[in-house]
Every structure is written in C-alpha cells, then in structure tokens.
C-alpha cells in the first residue's frame, strides 16, 4: 500500500464485529489483523493484570469473567450511562475508542506509524449524541475524524461501485447483531443519495439471542425447577449456546442441544439435552422480524416509491443469514435480495469507498456522493408561539434528512425600529425552542441602516458540506454589507475537558499495562484463556493483583457456598479465614502461597460440588 499522504481508512465499528478497509488498485479491501482477521468482535476485556484485549480473546472470556468483559457497546453510544468492565467505569465512547484503537493498529502495521484519518459508520438512525460519541471514540483512539457516514449508504457504495452506469432504487436492508436498520438509496449518474431511512437501533441478533435463551432456561426451569438465568455464569454460557443454535439453524432445519452441566444444584449438575427445529426458532423471532417489514414498508412510504420500483435488495448484518429474513423480504418485495456482498463486509467496504473519494484515490471512479444531514441546523428568532411574542424560537434553515451537500438561504427581516446590529445564532437539534439544541456559534452582522422594525431584509445562508463543515453568512441586502461564520465541526461539540481527561484515562490504562510483547500466535492462544499462564506471562504479580485474586477466589467461594453440605461450608469458612489473612499480609509470595493453597482446595471442593 501506498502512503502518499495521510491514509485514510474506512470503519464499520458494529454492535457485533467491527472492520476496517482501505482502497487498494481501485478497489476497496479490508485490512486485516495481524493475524489475518478480516472482522474482529466489538468485545473488550480488561485482563486480570490491567491490560484491554479486544476482539476474540475478549469474546472468549465472556463466560469466565463477566465483569471484565464489554460487548455490545454500541447500544450505549451517546448515552451518559456509565460502563463497567472490571469494576471500573468508562463511558460507551472510552469503551469504542478500544475497539477503534485496535483496528488503528492493524492500519499502522499496514502504512506504518503517522497520522491517520478515519470515516466511520453508524446506523442512519443514530441521533446527533450518538454521532458524536463516535466521532469523539474515533479521535481518542488516535485517528482524525473528519466523516461520519451512514450505514446503508455505505452499503450501497460497496455495491455502487461496480454498477454505475445503472439507475435505480436499491433497499439496504441492515439486521446486524444490535441494530436494525433499513434505507431507501437512490442512486442516479453516479450519485448516491439516501431517500429515506427507518429502524430500531435496540433491534438485533442479539436480541433474538435472549429469546433463544429465555427458551432453553424455561425447558430447564421446567425440568429442575431452578432458574438458570439467576446465575451469571449459567446465563453467559447460555447465551453463548444460544448464538450457536441460532447460527446452526440458519443452515440445518434442525439441530440437537447436548448441555451437560449448564449449574449446580444440590450438588448434582443441571444440564439440557433437546431439540430445537428452525421453525421453532422462527416462532420466537417472528415478531421482531415482522417489526423490521413494518420499517420496510415505511422507509418505501418516505422515500415516495413504489414497491415495485425497488430494483435491488442489499442484505447487510450477520443476522440476515437467517432465511426467514430473506423470505419474508421476497414475499413482501417480490423479488429475491442480492447474495453477492458479503453482508459482514459491506459497510467497512463501503466505508472504504467513501474514503477513497476523500482522499481522492477514487477521483475518477465518477461516483459522487451524497448524505443527509442527521439533524436540522437553524437560527435563534423572535417569533410568536401560541400567540405570544418571543425570543429564542428555533427558525429551521436546513432540515433533518436534507441531502448534503446544501446552500440553503431564508430571508429575515430586523426586529426593532432603528437596529444596525444583528445577532446570528447557529444551532442544531430538533426543538422548538433554541435553549433545548446545541448552540454552534455567533456572530454580529453590523452596518445595517436604521430603519422601521421589519423593514431592512437580512438573507441568512447555511451551507452545510459532508465534512460537517458549516459556513453561515448572513448579508444585509440593502446594503450587501456580509459577515461570516464558519463552524469547523457541527459534530464535535464536546467539552474538550471531558475529551482530555478520557484521552488521560486510556493512555494511563494502556502505558500501566504489563509491556511484555505478546507474540502474535499467544493472543490468539488467549481466547482459551487461562488465569495462570497469563500470570507465569507477566512474572511475578503484583501486591494489587493478587488481592484481586484473592476477590475473585472469595467469589467462587460464596458461589458453592448455597449449594454445599455441612462439611463442605466448615472447610469453605475455613478457606474464606485463610484468604482474609492474605489480605492482611505485604509480601507477595506469602500471599501467592496462600492463593495457591486456596485455589487447589477450591478446585476440589468445586469438584465434590459437581459429581
Ligand atoms: P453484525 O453486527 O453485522 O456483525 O452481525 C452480527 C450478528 O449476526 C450476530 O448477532 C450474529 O450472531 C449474527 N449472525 C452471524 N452469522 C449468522 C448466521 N449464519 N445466522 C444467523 N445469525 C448470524
């Protein structure tokens, strides 16, 4: 790869996996990891010895460490809900900038260290908070965030590339494994424009995870008369079958569920062994399923087409494996969607394009694109609401969903006798009021003639390009006196305090780490991860490490507690005494004696428990 200026890449930064991809001969290619990884799970695991892991190592911790372990993400996205990965807490964007981060490193193995910039996707239906979070991850993993682009229009590019001497409509219909997303794109001489989208950003593979689940803990709930979702451990490693049954039946009608020691009760192990047909699957999904034609039907309805004028079908998400989903999008569309784009890659692909077109490696592909706007841009004005005269009503100049790039120009009208001065206000958001948006800037327009109130025009012009780059010029018309504003990023309004105290967080959690070099074969090996080979790794552990353990052993301990006999609980008692001595004590290899002792008598009191 070449690396005449600062690359830049695409991201599908997804709910599930997440990938990122260049141009390379024109054509868009994923980059993989080291390991040659084409798509990583969004999955991060703080390890016991400080240090993030993300993608497989992480997806295969879920069961065994819960509480280190973050998935899904970006369901959180733009939200101020804390997240909590090893009893710390990190915002959803801290959480995204590791995924981000690992994906940089693949790009940095690829050009080499430097300056990179990054285009990443979101569902068309993320709002502004949402937006911005990503775009706020991108920048603290290390990349320039100039674009942030929709999913379906990246979709679309991946296609769009190949076919542009065709107009038509194309439907990108988008079931990943947290959102659902579906969108309308035009795409006419080489220009793709978004017409409308619809969805449900809490809608996914996932989702139909836990039905799945909910069903194999009601078979054992029936059977044993316990509830195997009351403990975290059975409800991870259910979750974790689920999936699998649900990939299964996405190829066989049917397959056999073999679950021997799901929990513990009684002493005695609680397990599943059944069945489940792809019929009985689609039964419990089918609601959900019906709810994405419902969005079908209505992004059809926003974008003013037909049904019939759908040409093309593009399946996105790893979720549109399932045939009920293609079946149902065939009876409802009447015709078959398209199976030749890889449904995982489609959007880092996709994204790729965009960036090409950016960094002008595409210049001449003739492909241009278009977006919309994901929120409406406007200006502060004295108005009148329900009859009453106000100030700080929200005059809309560039509508949510506009396409982009717009000029847009409204004409306003001074509000008191004798003004020369006026105050422009920039804001975006959707309310009614400016005080409920997000304030982008101000400016003066001076030299206007003293006149009557209403009589002197003032032209107000917002362009809004794709980079989110916002100029607002307002002129006075009699006179063509102008001034300008330009808001360099609509999208990056965070405090900058926040930003750096973030950019501190992850910088201090990645440089305490342990700095040993894990060679590339060891941390696919970490995906059977094992507590003390990480630590025969790191040598010997630290005072804090260890008191750690000594936490998670005490875990364990209260775990077999309930289900134990009277002998059992003495020598339990017994070991919690011993391990709440080590915590009193400074020197380490007394403490990792006592560790040692601890976990060899647990693992055989674990091991009573489960015959
Ligand atoms: P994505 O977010 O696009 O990476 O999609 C990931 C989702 O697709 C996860 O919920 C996966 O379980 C799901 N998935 C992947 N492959 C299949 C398959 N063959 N059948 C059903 N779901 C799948």
Redesign the pocket.
């Known amino acids: 790869m070449n690396n005449k200026a600062r690359p830049v890449v695409g991201i599908d930064l ?4 997440s990938a990122v991809a260049y141009i390379v001969n024109g054509k868009p290619k994923i980059i993989p990891s080291p390991q040659g990884q084409e ?1 990583i799970p969004s999955v991060v695991l703080l390890d016991m010895q400080g240090k993030i892991l993300v993608g497989d190592a992480a997806k295969a911790s879920q069961v065994a460490m819960p509480d280190r372990v973050v998935a899904a993400v970006k369901r959180k996205m733009g939200s101020n809900e804390p997240v909590y990965m090893a009893e710390q807490a990190f915002s959803p964007q801290e959480i995204s900038a590791m995924i981000l981060r690992e994906l940089k490193s693949y790009v940095d193995n690829a050009f080499g260290e430097g300056e990179k910039e990054a285009i990443i996707t979101v569902p068309a239906y993320f709002t502004d908070e949402q937006r911005r979070a990503t775009k706020q991850a991108g920048e603290l993993a290390g990349f320039v965030v100039d674009r942030i682009v929709n999913e379906p229009t990246a979709a679309a590019l991946a296609f769009g590339l190949e076919q542009l001497e065709e107009d038509k409509h194309i439907l990108v219909y988008d079931l ?3 959102t659902f997303d579906v969108s309308v794109v035009e795409m006419m001489s080489g220009i793709l424009e978004v017409k409308a989208s619809a969805g449900n950003n809490q809608l ?3 989702d ?2 836990w039905l799945l689940v909910d069903w194999l803990a009601s078979k054992i709930k029936k059977s044993h008369g316990i509830d195997p979702l009351k403990d975290i451990r059975a409800k991870s490693l259910l979750k974790e079958q689920a ?1 699998k049954i ?2 299964e039946l ?2 066989a009608e049917k397959t056999a569920i073999h679950l021997p020691l799901v929990m513990m009760k009684n002493n005695h192990p609680v397990g599943l062994s059944t069945e489940i047909t792809r019929q009985d699957f689609v039964g419990l999904i089918e609601g959900m399923l019906t709810e994405t034609v419902d969005c079908v039907r209505r992004a059809i309805a926003d974008a003013k087409v037909d049904v019939s004028e759908i040409q093309e079908i593009l399946l ?4 549109t ?2 045939p009920r989903v293609r079946e149902l999008l065939t009876a409802f569309l009447g015709k078959e969607p398209r199976c030749d784009v890889n ?2 890659e489609a959007v880092a692909l996709g994204a790729a394009v965009q960036a090409g077109l950016k960094s002008g490696e595409l210049a001449d592909s003739g492909l241009i694109i278009t977006d919309v706007a994901p929120f409406s841009l406007g200006t502060s004005i004295l108005g009148e609401r329900q009859g009453i005269a106000r100030n700080g009503l929200f005059s809309v100049i560039i509508p949510r969903n506009t396409t982009i790039p717009v000029t847009r120009t409204e004409r306003f009208y001074t509000a008191m006798p004798g003004q020369t001065t006026v105050q422009i206000d920039i804001y975006q958001g959707e309310h009614e009021l400016v005080k409920y948006n997000h304030s982008l800037g101000e400016f003066l327009l001076e030299d206007i003639p003293a006149n009557y109130k209403d009589v002197e025009p003032i032209d107000i012009t917002y362009r809004y390009n794709l980079n989110g780059i916002l100029e607002v010029t307002a002129k006075c018309v009699s006179n063509d006196r102008e001034a300008t504003l330009t808001v360099h990023d609509a999208l990056a309004r965070d405090s900058k305090q926040q930003f750096v105290q973030s950019l501190d967080k992850l910088q201090a959690l990645y440089e305490n780490a342990p700095k040993e070099e894990i060679d590339e074969e060891s941390e696919f090996d970490l995906s059977d991860f094992d507590i003390e080979d990480e630590e025969d790794e790191a040598g010997e552990a630290s005072i804090e490490d260890l008191r750690e353990e000594i936490g998670m052993l005490q875990g364990r301990l209260a775990a077999i507690m309930p289900d134990s006999n009277e002998l059992q609980r003495r020598k339990i008692d017994k070991l919690k005494r011993r391990l709440e001595e080590a915590k009193l004590l400074e020197n380490t290899a007394d403490i990792q004696e006592i560790i040692d002792e601890t976990t060899d008598l647990l693992i055989d009191l674990e091991m009573e428990d489960e015959e």
Request: aromatic share 4%.
């Open positions: 997804g709910t599930t996996n798509i990943g494994g947290g996914g593979g996932e139909f995870d999936e649900k990939i996405s190829s996105v998400g790893g979720s494996r399932i449904p995982d």
